[in-house]
């Protein structure tokens, strides 16, 4: 009955919006300008009305953002048919776009991203993790959806996600607070406040400020249990009864932005800019269903702390008449969090059974030797850093001959640390010098690449226009450091199990050997501060140098675009998208390459009749030795060039506006297969057929957490009642199953992502220049699984789901002055 109620809403929702233009195309009194068709997006580097766009782009207006209570990426992405996402808790986000997906991404020195992320010019796009910019008195968001590869370059790979801020204004003082209270189904309270205020400063200036406060309510509860550790009888029992905590995923948020536009005259503009923002996420995002609804058992404090700060300028002027910019952009992102490892240690305990678990085998003791608690906290740390600069010209854009190009730089660090802590472990069983941490990961990446680029244009006649562009790329990446375990300098047995494979056994002696090879050389200086020593370099006249790939190539892009009619347009496209290699961070595993996405499109877009618009997509995807991150050997992410895939999909969007109703529909579907078997080692036959290997997923295996499925329906109703407009909304949003990894036998063990449905309802009021509103998000309290996820590698005992939020009720309001 609940699903058949669902269904039967979806239904009438899709009819209706079916249904409403034919309807109302009956009325002959004028309509007001839709909304959607005056957006002015900036995807092809200069300003042009969205519908004459030869891509495919989704275009999210102010007004629909405000309507919708748009705050943060996942609110957004729901709005979004092509775009797929992991998660394991807010700041810790991978994204991909039209089935592009491998699983396994965001490690901090895994693969970086195939979708590209910016702030208005400048990129924001980051190892680990997507920047969660808080969404509020934006102008708008735009998804370009395909490889991206001329104008934006690595990164953007499958596609790009812009979110373009509200600039400052001399036309006046204006300002905005909004609040809101919310309560979360089976979970706490939480809300938030937002402001902007726009001051003119002169004629020639106005600075726009935005800060924004939220506190997100916890609906995870941390129940009790025990974990017992062999030997048994003898082994080691603990609780977690110290951290037991109801409602304890909580994440408060802070922070803004400033920007400050001065027009030196009228033709150049310099607008300065900085962004902060500030998060800190306790407790655990997932639910073992084992345990219960929304349900978990952890055993250590767990949180996340994300702060990042980003400075940019840009510079907009004429010479002659044409268009110069300069983008130029320095992030700082630091994060520090705590997690509780004991999964892996349960795991690992069971594995080494058969000679008394970790006790046994890797002699956890104590200084005293006495056997200890083998449980796990992993503390981290990550300094991300990113320079970008872009300088480009664009000709006149109303001239018959069109160009735009230029040349981009940018460079990108993180700076790494992971301590892998057993309390009272032994310092001779410790990595050397940190008394207590069994492994330690201190590494340094730096990620360089620079481009020159250039779009041209011209109208073949008035309804015909080619399109041909280029991208001469480049890449240098780089990684040096630690990993691994210590090693006790007085000789066997050194310490734990696996000394003399990694960790300090491997670093580099004064002569080029390694400590295991070598062991009364002296050892090298650590590369990077707080390490023991070096065992992730290159050993090159005495000296350590990092680890390097390089690479470069060039990307293209075709498009024709016939318009043979007011109103409509057609277009082909043939593109290519890349993203660069990287290194490995298990030195012995070779650098892994870049991979190519090569995309031929057909699109459409059609303003049918006044308030009517319906654009749409059909591709073809070919991606060639995709990039595939997995957990390897002691549960260590390695990456490595997969085989090929084939990737076809539908994409559409219906818009409909008039008389006080607006109507938006969207939906992807989306066929991503493997073309070749993905071996469980390198193989470039893709037979996998030498001895020892075997096809982790055959030809033909789907590419994983992309659904086949993905749509949504969104309807308002607006009409005035005296002086007020009151205001009745829903969105209705659905996506089929999707597997959560493309191992076959681990996304088994691992389990699927089931189709979901939810629908979200709000009605309020507008009098004058307040507002009030009241809103029930997921109404159906939907458990809607965005991702999946196991501590470790050969973990198969405690998958966990990570929800949506359960169904939650509010009040929010706002005023203008």
């Known amino acids: ?208 400020v935005v800060g924004f406060y939220q506190r997100d309510a916890g609906f995870i509860d941390n129940v009790p249990g025990t974990r017992s550790f062999l030997p048994d009888p003898g082994g080691i029992t603990v609780n977690n009864n110290a951290f037991v905590d109801k409602d304890y995923n909580t994440v408060e948020s802070y922070g803004g932005r400033a920007a400050l536009k001065v027009d030196l005259d009228e033709n150049w503009t310099v607008t300065p800019t900085v962004l902060y923002q500030e998060s800190h996420a306790k407790g655990f995002f997932g639910s073992d269903a084992r345990v219960g609804d929304l349900k978990a058992q952890r055993f250590f404090d767990e949180y996340r702390d994300d702060r990042f700060v980003q400075a940019a300028l840009t510079i907009e002027g004429r010479i002659g008449n044409w268009d110069l910019t300069y983008a130029g952009a320095y992030l700082d992102r630091k994060t520090a969090s705590s997690t509780d490892y004991t999964d892996y240690a349960e795991q690992y305990d069971s594995l080494y059974s058969s000679v008394g678990g970790l006790a046994g085998y890797f002699f956890y003791q104590n200084a005293s030797g006495a056997t200890i608690d083998p449980r796990q906290r992993v503390y981290g740390t990550d300094h991300f850093k990113k320079m970008s600069q872009e300088l480009r010209l664009a000709s006149p854009a109303d001239a018959p001959l069109r160009f735009v190009g230029g040349g981009f730089f940018q460079r990108q660090s993180n700076a790494i640390h992971q301590d892998y802590i057993i309390t009272g472990l032994s310092p001779a069983l410790s990595v050397n010098g940190y008394p207590g941490t069994l492994w330690l990961t201190q590494q340094h990446r730096v990620d360089k690449d620079y481009a020159g680029f250039g779009e041209l244009s011209y109208d073949l006649t008035p309804q015909l226009t080619a399109t041909v562009g280029g991208r001469y790329y480049g890449y240098d990446n780089s990684l040096i450091g630690f990993f691994g375990f210590g090693r006790d300098p007085n000789g066997p047995p050194y310490n734990a199990a696996g000394s003399s494979r990694t960790g300090v056994a491997g670093c580099f002696t004064a002569d080029g050997a390694t400590v295991r090879d070598d062991t009364g050389a002296a050892l090298l200086p650590a590369a990077v501060a707080g390490s023991p020593c070096t065992n992730l370099a290159t050993f090159v006249d005495g000296k350590l140098v990092p680890k390097a790939t390089k690479d470069d190539g060039f990307l293209y892009r075709f498009n024709l675009t016939f318009k043979p009619a007011e109103g409509i347009m057609l277009y082909g496209t043939w593109s290519k998208g890349y993203r660069p290699g990287g290194i490995n961070r298990r030195g012995t595993i070779p650098p892994y390459a870049a991979d190519f996405l090569i995309n031929y499109e057909l ?182 699984q965005i991702s999946r996820f196991q501590a470790c590698g050969a973990c198969t005992q405690r998958p966990y789901a990570f929800y949506i939020r359960p169904a939650t009720f509010g009040i929010r309001a706002g005023t203008k002055f």
């Not at 943060?72 to 729901?78: A, V």
């Not at 901090?108 to 990129?123: C, T």
């Not at 809101?180 to 600075?207: C, D, F, H, Q, Y």
């Not at 191992?743 to 309020?764: E, I, M, S």
Request: aromatic share 8%.
């Open 1 to 208: 009955m609940h699903h058949t109620t669902r269904r039967a809403t979806l239904v009438a929702l899709l009819t209706s919006a079916a249904l409403a233009g034919p309807a109302f195309a009956q009325d002959t009194t004028p309509p007001p300008a839709p909304v959607d068709d005056e957006i002015i997006v900036t995807a092809q580097k200069r300003e042009e009305n969205v519908q004459n766009v030869p891509i495919s782009i989704q275009a999210l207006g102010t007004t629909r953002l405000d309507n919708l209570n748009v705050t943060n990426f996942e609110d957004f992405s729901t709005l979004l048919p092509s775009v797929a996402f992991q998660t394991l808790q807010p700041g810790i986000t991978t994204v991909y776009m039209r089935g592009v997906a491998s699983g396994g991404d965001g490690n901090h020195s895994g693969s970086l991203p195939s979708v590209g992320f910016y702030l208005d010019e400048q990129p924001v796009t980051t190892i680990g993790g997507t920047l969660d910019v808080h969404v509020y008195d934006i102008a708008r968001i735009e998804s370009l959806a395909g490889p991206q590869g001329t104008l934006y370059g690595a990164s953007s790979q499958a596609g790009t996600i812009r979110i373009i801020t509200n600039k400052p204004s001399t036309s006046g003082f204006e300002g905005r607070v909004d609040g809101e209270v919310n309560k979360v189904a089976k979970g706490g309270v939480g809300g938030k406040l937002e402001g902007m205020v726009n001051v003119p400063v002169s004629p020639m200036a106005a600075l726009r």
């Open 603 to 784: 699109g459409w877009k059609t303003t049918l009749a006044p308030g009517l618009r319906f654009n749409g997509a059909v591709y073809q995807q070919n991606w060639e030795k995709f990039q595939f991150s997995f957990l390897g050997q002691n549960s260590f992410t390695e990456i490595h060039n997969g085989p090929d895939a084939r990737i076809r999909g539908i994409e559409a969007d219906l818009n409909y506006s008039r008389n006080g109703l607006t109507l938006t529909a969207g939906g992807a579907y989306t066929d991503a297969k493997t073309t070749q078997n993905l071996c469980a080692a390198d193989d470039p036959t893709y037979s996998c057929a030498d001895p020892g290997n075997s096809v982790s997923a055959p030809k033909g295996t789907r590419l994983p957490v992309t659904p086949r499925f993905k749509g949504n329906i969104t309807a308002r109703y607006e009409l005035p009642v005296g002086s007020s407009r009151v205001h009745v909304q829903g969105v209705l949003a659905h996506q089929s199953s999707a597997s959560s990894d493309i191992r076959v036998n681990y996304a088994n063990a691992l389990g699927r992502l089931p189709a979901f449905t939810t629908l979200d309802l709000a009605a309020g009021v507008k009098f004058g220049e307040f507002s009030i509103e009241a809103f029930l998000d997921n109404a159906w309290d939907e458990r809607a």
